[in-house]
């Protein structure tokens, strides 16, 4: 059950969240992603999910009903009536209101047949890998009654379905960031860029924020930097899949960490590497002698694990792509959320040899929508990287943002809402510690970390165990990310359930109330 | 003798034009572009290039004789003396104030060797390609002395070379663009952005930009695109680059017009298409029964020569992309700059087959450092093109921008603004046509164009003569582009030397007083 692409997209257009949410699962209906038959969540749930009242929801649903693509079974729920054979133009030419708004095309009497390339067809095959199996999300009507009604005994108060906590956003706390600091550096750049910089952007990116990029890894890592191999990109998944291009011929062989982002695997699958998946403790990567030309890395905190790699493992690392010849993707996409204790000497600080590329991001630190990541390259890869991004991007994007984000550096203001944010975040990562491991401990491993948005958490049971008790938080507000869609594709898991909980965007007290619930919830399902 | 990059550079960074030239002239002697012994340009030539004071010029050439990197010779000019050899880091060091703020790092001992994709490659070797024979721009001492001192008898006033006039610049006058309407919508994103979008914004751009491109395109064009398979891009190179990865396999055949846009050729190849080039008249591209299954085509205005392409050859295109199942991307880069006359169907328009993929750019119309492109996609094509930009961009880049260019597009901004280039740029089109073709006859065939920001004309002579013209207008300030870059780069060219006048960012006098200085010039050599 999955329209968040299309409520997004409303939201974005109408932003009104009833109309949206009609809007899209509408959409899910007509393009038979949402089958005849299937039972809609509840409005309650669906609230949860989506951050918006009841009544919103029960709107949609109303006017669903009212254009016939649902009914209402009482004490049974709401289901799809729809049939999706119907084709998407006469289901909206039927409705005055959007066909004109949306202007569909007349679908062309015979359509070419497209023929995609070898790239894309590896495109196409890893996205079919990655499509995990969905958990299902529904609640046994039996257990939520049950828990509604008192059974068991416990608090109802503590444990209201009205006020949703979700732990599956990994942000930081938008309210933390110095808003008009920020708006001020631009307005300031937009005043400029009217008169026209004298000279357009350079693809690589705006050379003072390069410099104060090299500035501050020598400052805070200890990284000697030079601006001229220092490449800014629009998030670091540029930079990833772009270096996997440079790198990989089809049939070469590269070592990822098992589990790890997703975005990571497609890049490296479609530039036609042949992925072999490392193993994680907590420790980080467990190194061996690999017999591939590249390795991706996340050292600092194991994405999604958190672990840190320990310094004798570096050195392990490093060695072996010294032995092999082969090359270090270090992803530091997570280094400037460090809570406390002592931060590790970063591989590139220890590359000697000048293989281990360096990427880093401020899309996290920053809002939301300002998408700056850069590169460290070795020399001997900054010609190629130019060239490769001036393909997609002969100027750069965003200049007006990189040119904000320079000033913003130099007024001192993104150190001081970093040293804010860490030490905020850093308060709530030991209340979440304490919390969760203090309550949940008897389900859960928690694994140590000292550094970014979230924490990770084996489950010490079985699937169907942990798939209950995540099914039932749901029903009652309560929601984390979970690290099924973090295995490599077609790989054997035999890995415990793991939850993602993030925590920068919630108050203290919303932690507490999760974790009380989430306990709550357990005992009572007599996990 | 070219230190654009450089001098682009140091100027962002710097803003002081006499420092940034002594910057980027000791660069490129460092790294042993400017050899040892080469003269550098007089100082009013490099003045009127960089469009800069000749005393800033001499105050750069100074800096460099003071610090060793030039000699002067009285009457004869100032030659390099600096050794490349020496290394770059030993040269830095030696200045205390470089290696404070350049931080170069020590090079490693033993860097790694690091081995290439087929990809980059490709993408090194078009680069290779593509250099072309520089045209030597040095001006014969004979001639220049000659004209200065006034022999030919013509009035020496009307060659001043303190007043450069600039054909090379191929860009709408940006003092025609409503800077506080724009500067309006700019600061009203970014007081929404700080309060964060409900959502973070999709891949494939935002949805309202999408529809009003939409609804633009109808009204104006009368294309019928449905917004889910309009993608923004960040330029259109972006939606190239990406179409050519998703569409060809290497050893793919693939039609360029030939002259081209040089980095479509390099996307092209890159993705392993095998280019044949076709040949371009008056009326376009010549169509022929090509064995492809990808052609690249500029049918508005062909690029660089401006020529439309007719009815009957579009329907021969289309014909043959129906019978041969190939593809057809139309880059439809400059279509809003039209001055009149009646505009033809796009392609897009009259394909009954969704095989054609329609490319568009505001890159040209807005501010310079604005990246907004977009493609129109056949249906079979959005999923695949999503997924690979999500590859590189999972979420959308420069947000703020697209949400500006919506509220300046449904305030009638954008409209208006259009209007008024077209209405002032017609003009100076007139007046360049008149003053060109009527006083440089004789010389140049002008290719017939009511579209664009350039005129293109093809040399009559020979080479040597074009070059010896363009070398001595360069000595007396007048300069333009020419067209030996756009020439598909390993194949024979056999063509005639072309060259492109850009005029929208002059006003009408320089206009004048750059075609009366060109007649002039050609007179003395008598050519």
């Not at 409303?10 to 009104?16: A, M, Q, R, S």
Request: net charge neutral.
């Amino acid at each position: 059950m999955d329209f968040n692409r299309a409520y997004e997209r409303y939201y974005n257009e109408y932003g009104k969240k009833a109309e949206s949410l009609f809007r899209a699962i509408r959409e899910s209906i007509v393009e038979g992603e949402l089958a005849e038959g299937m039972r809609l969540p509840p409005t309650r749930k669906l609230a949860a999910l989506y951050e918006i009242s009841r009544g919103a929801v029960t709107e949609a649903y109303e006017r669903l009903y009212a254009e016939g693509f649902v009914k209402s079974e009482a004490g049974n729920g709401t289901f799809v009536t729809h049939h999706p054979k119907a084709s998407v133009a006469s289901t909206v030419n039927s409705e005055s209101e959007s066909s004109d708004q949306m202007n569909i095309s007349v679908p062309s009497k015979v359509a070419a047949e497209i023929k995609l390339s070898k790239w894309a067809k590896r495109l196409q095959h890893i996205h079919s890998l990655n499509k995990t199996v969905a958990v299902e999300n529904e609640t046994s009507p039996m257990i939520a009654s049950n828990l509604a009604s008192g059974a068991g005994g416990t608090d109802q108060r503590k444990v209201s379905p009205l006020q949703p906590i979700d732990f599956s956003l990994v942000s930081a706390d938008a309210g933390l960031f110095p808003a008009d600091e920020w708006k001020k550096a631009m307005y300031a750049e937009i005043r400029d860029a009217v008169k026209q910089y004298p000279q357009p952007a350079a693809s690589e990116g705006y050379l003072p924020l390069r410099e104060a990029i090299a500035g501050g890894l020598r400052r805070d890592r200890g990284m000697h930097a030079d601006p001229d191999q220092i490449v800014l990109t629009n998030g670091s998944m540029q930079a990833i899949t772009l270096l996997a291009m440079l790198l990989l011929s089809p049939g070469d062989d590269v070592v990822l960490e098992n589990p790890t982002y997703p975005g990571i695997q497609q890049a490296i699958f479609t530039a036609g590497g042949r992925i072999g998946g490392a193993p994680v403790d907590d420790e980080g990567i467990i190194p061996q002698d690999w017999d591939a030309k590249l390795l991706l890395v996340t050292p600092t905190r194991h994405f999604p694990t958190g672990a840190a790699l320990s310094p004798l493992r570096r050195r392990q690392l490093l060695d072996w792509a010294n032995r092999r010849n082969a090359i270090i993707i270090e992803d530091d996409y997570d280094s400037t959320f460090s809570w406390g204790g002592r931060r590790l000497e970063s591989l590139k600080a220890m590359d000697e040899e000048d293989r281990v590329i360096y990427v880093g991001t401020f899309s996290r630190a920053m809002l939301r929508d300002q998408r700056i990541g850069y590169v460290w390259l070795p020399q001997a890869l900054v010609e190629p990287f130019h060239r490769a991004k001036m393909l997609f991007e002969p100027k750069a994007t965003g200049l007006i943002e990189q040119r904000a984000l320079t000033a913003f550096i130099a007024s001192g203001s993104y150190e001081r809402h970093m040293r804010r944010v860490r030490r905020v975040c850093g308060r709530k990562l030991v209340i979440l510690r304490e919390a969760l491991a203090g309550k949940l401990n008897q389900w859960f491993r928690f694994v140590h970390a000292n550094a970014g948005l979230h924490v990770y958490a084996e489950w010490r049971g079985d699937v169907a165990e942990y798939e209950r008790l995540k099914s039932v938080c749901g029903a009652f507000g309560v929601s984390w990310a979970d690290s099924s869609r973090y295995w490599l594709a077609g790989m054997e898991r035999g890995q415990k359930p793991g939850a993602l909980f993030g925590f920068a965007h919630l108050t203290e007290e919303q932690i507490l109330e999760g974790a009380a619930r989430i306990e709550l919830l357990a005992r009572q399902l007599e996990l």
